[in-house]
T-cell receptor
Framework: GNSVTQMEGPVTLSEEAFLTINCTYT??????LFWYVQYPGEGLQLLLK?????DKGSNKGFEATYRKETTSFHLEKGSVQVSDSAVYFC???????????FGAGTRLAVHP | DTGVSQDPRHKITKRGQNVTFRCDPI?????LYWYRQTLGQGPEFLTY????????KSRLLSDRFSAERPKGSFSTLEIQRTEQGDSAMYLC???????????????FGQGTRLTVV
């Protein structure tokens, strides 16, 4: 079946630290992959996406590369800020399925 | 247009009561999705509409749940005879094209938090 597994949180970092949040997936065919972010009190927002193997999605200093060989889509940022504190969701859009499948979310807390 | 809006933001109801939530999507979006999110979990798909047609329903959507999108504009999600297990955040999203294709961004509302006591 289709599923997403992402690393458990919370992840606690100091400002300017390097961030990695791991995400792996199981899917048939060639899905689209997404990272969504949920800031406190707000709705989910699309952070970045990749629609085919080896694509790199990037936005606001965050990056993730669609790795078909390892079925992964890890989120990275070179230098986090306090304002990046949020919950991050990895999501899968399987071909032919009219929905997104989300991981459980990873809470990130960045301290000054 | 300021985005997807959901009403109410919070709802507390007694077990056995009926509740209805409303979602107003971005006006030009033809796809509308409902998701449910429980504490510590990611959103789970419930159903989606293309214009006014409800094209898919998850098995999570028991017969106590019904969703409508009259005239392809706003949508309502009704839960009849609520149970404590229905307590969750109910999210609405809209997009112009299929969000799962990656060709169009989906915009989520802030959700309606339901507490069944």
């Amino acid at each position: 079946g289709n599923s997403v597994t992402q690393m458990e949180g919370p992840v606690t970092l100091s400002e300017e630290a390097f961030l990695t949040i791991n995400c792996t997936y199981t899917a048939t065919g060639y899905p689209s992959l997404f990272w969504y972010v949920q800031y406190p009190g707000e709705g989910l927002q699309l952070l970045l996406k990749a629609t085919k193997a080896d694509d790199k999605g990037s936005n606001k200093g965050f990056e993730a590369t669609y790795r078909k060989e390892t079925t992964s889509f890890h989120l990275e940022k070179g230098s986090v800020q306090v304002s990046d504190s949020a919950v991050y969701f990895c999501a899968l859009g399987p071909r032919g399925y009219n929905k997104l499948i989300f991981g459980a979310g990873t809470r990130l807390a960045v301290h000054p | 247009d300021t985005g997807v809006s959901q009403d109410p933001r919070h709802k507390i109801t007694k077990r056995g009561q009926n509740v209805t939530f409303r979602c107003d999507p971005i006006s030009e979006h033809n796809r509308l999705y409902w998701y449910r999110q429980t504490l510590g979990q990611g959103p789970e798909f419930l159903t989606y509409f293309q214009n006014e047609a409800q094209l898919e329903k998850s098995r999570l959507l028991s017969d106590r749940f019904s969703a409508e999108r009259p005239k392809g504009s706003f949508s309502t999600l009704e839960i009849q005879r609520t149970e404590q297990g229905d307590s969750a955040m109910y999210l609405c999203a809209s997009s112009f094209l299929a969000m799962e294709s990656g060709k169009a961004e989906a915009f989520f509302g802030q959700g309606t938090r339901l507490t069944v006591v």
